[in-house]
């Protein structure tokens, strides 16, 4: 069944001085989410924003809060974030050891929020086998965290279908894929036809000259791409009773 993307624009590429109007304007212009990247400088060697600017933004949106923790340490700070009103929290795999990750995931379910896990461009959709099964949402990085404006890397689609054919295996068909960095109309449609159902935007909507258009046009382009990976996959399947 066709179900639309929603396209997450990074709030890190807007105004900071405007935020408030910045999230106004995506969030008319049909967002699904806002995409927060919260960067430490240890984990990635940018430093962005912390608790005090997330819980503010919870207050300006009307449109679920997508945090993204580029930190070394999200077991301790996991708590700030949550209560600070991060409606999906996001955790890097790359520092979570042993059974940290399961923790991690324990930890956002039951404050309620929503549960991601990220993963950097090389490290391997197999880190996720124990957790897959819970998760709400993979975030499958498609540039190197730390910076917005980066060219997406070539292929990442496929560690997108990859996670896709996990979450089939497990049988968690609601799971939520979301690709983030250097999405834009030139790259979305191979993303969401290989299976990305969330799109982060940072410098393709908030450096666009008409945000609003750009971010419209991401989405119709996502979600042509979808429809048509399904009717190939009907045809598909059509020609294959044929042969039988
Ligand atoms: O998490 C990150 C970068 O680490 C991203 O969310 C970027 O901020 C997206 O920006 P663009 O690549 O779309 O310009
Ligand atoms: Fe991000």
């Known amino acids: 069944m066709f179900q639309p993307v929603a396209i997450a624009p990074s ?3 807007a105004d ?3 935020l408030g ?6 969030e008319q212009a049909g967002a699904g989410y806002v995409h927060v990247d919260v960067m430490d400088g240890h984990f990635v060697p940018n430093l962005t924003m912390g608790v ?22 999200p077991l301790d700070e996991l708590p700030w974030f949550l209560e600070a009103g991060a409606d999906i929290a996001c955790v890097h795999a790359e520092v979570l050891y042993g059974d940290e990750l399961r923790r991690a995931v324990d930890m956002i379910h039951d404050a309620g929020a929503k ?7 090389h490290t391997p959709p197999e880190v996720l086998e124990e957790v897959i099964a819970r998760l709400d949402m993979v975030l499958v990085m498609s540039v190197e965290p730390g910076f917005s404006g980066q060219s997406y890397i070539e292929g990442s689609e496929e560690k997108v279908a990859a996670v896709a054919e996990m979450a089939r295996a497990v049988g968690n ?32 909507v908030f450096g666009a000259q008409d945000p609003a ?23 598909e399947e059509a020609l294959a009773e044929e042969e039988m």
């Open 11 to 13: 709030i890190l590429s």
């Open 173 to 204: 068909d609601a799971l939520l894929i979301e690709v983030d960095g250097g999405v834009s109309e030139a790259t979305v449609e191979r993303l969401t036809a290989a299976g990305a159902d969330v799109l982060v935007c940072g410098s393709a």
């Open 21 to 26: 109007r910045d999230i106004r304007m995506i």
């Open 52 to 73: 005090p600017v997330v819980k503010q933004l919870a207050k300006l949106a009307n449109i679920p809060l997508d945090v993204h923790l580029m930190i070394d340490n």
């Open 213 to 235: 258009a750009a971010l419209a046009a991401v989405k119709e382009k996502g979600d042509a791409a979808r429809v048509a990976a399904i009717e190939d996959a009907r045809a």
């Open 115 to 121: 549960a991601a896990v990220a993963l950097k461009p």
């Open 16 to 18: 900071f001085m405007n």
